[in-house]
């Protein structure tokens, strides 16, 4: 069964760091790309951060400097680590298989982990 | 990046009823288009990949159209599980943006 697994959410001050983990099951990441979306309590989706397959990064304007995504391939897993975080960035972090096969629709999401900033 | 603009926000229709979408991208995407349902508190579910060609697993009185700059979302007999919210995402170049989202409820 293909599936992405979060964990690593909470609750941290404004400045403050997380990192986010998504662990792959039934493919590979180093063939695939994977991305994380969020969704603001209550708003739309957003793309931040996607990890193409040959290692390839992109980021949202939003968290261009700030936050970082990488992965393991021994361990199948890809990371989100956020660094100064405001109380923007808010929201429910979904890792998501951005598809080859879909042009590029995401085919495969998590069960999202929910991030608060909040003093 | 490119702006996605869904219309309507939100709409209330019946069981039985035809539903149409819109999504319209600031600038061209051919048909690097995608759209979703999601249901509270769920992750979005992919329906429709390239404009117009359906999902795995996916209802076929679900249907995409559209190139360039404007697409639709048709929903064709709309049934009780189908009251959601759906988003639109032009998937030409990264950020992958989203449409702000329409709720689909029940009239």
């Known amino acids: 069964e293909v599936r992405l697994v979060e964990s690593g959410g909470g609750l941290i001050q404004p400045g403050g760091s997380l990192r986010l983990s998504c662990a792959a099951s039934?493919?590979?990441?180093?063939?695939?790309?994977v991305s994380w979306v969020r969704q603001a309590p209550g708003k739309g989706l957003e793309s931040v951060s996607i990890?193409?397959?040959?290692?390839?990064?992109y980021y949202a304007d939003s968290v261009k400097g700030r936050f970082t995504i990488s992965r393991d391939i021994s361990k199948s897993t890809v990371y989100l680590q956020m660094n100064s975080l405001r109380a923007e960035d808010t929201a429910v972090y979904y890792c998501a298989r951005v598809g080859i096969a879909v042009a590029n629709g995401v085919d495969v999401w998590g069960q999202g982990t929910t991030v608060t900033v909040s003093s | 990046d490119i702006q996605m603009t869904q219309s309507p926000s939100s709409v209330s229709a019946s069981v039985g009823d035809r539903v149409t979408i819109t999504c319209r991208a600031s600038?061209?995407?051919?048909?690097?288009l995608a759209w979703y349902q999601q249901k509270p508190g769920k992750a979005p579910k992919l329906l429709i990949y390239?404009?117009?060609s359906l999902q795995s697993g996916v209802p076929s009185r679900f249907g995409g159209s559209g190139s360039g700059t404007d697409f639709t979302l048709t929903i064709s007999t709309l049934q009780p599980e189908d009251f959601a919210t759906y988003f639109c995402q032009q998937t030409n170049s990264f950020p992958y943006t989203f449409g702000q989202g329409t709720r689909l409820e029940i009239k």
């Open positions: 600038q061209g995407i051919t048909t690097w």
């Open positions: 390239a404009a117009s």
């Open positions: 039934g493919f590979t990441v180093s063939s695939n790309y």
């Open positions: 990890i193409y397959s040959g290692g390839t990064t």
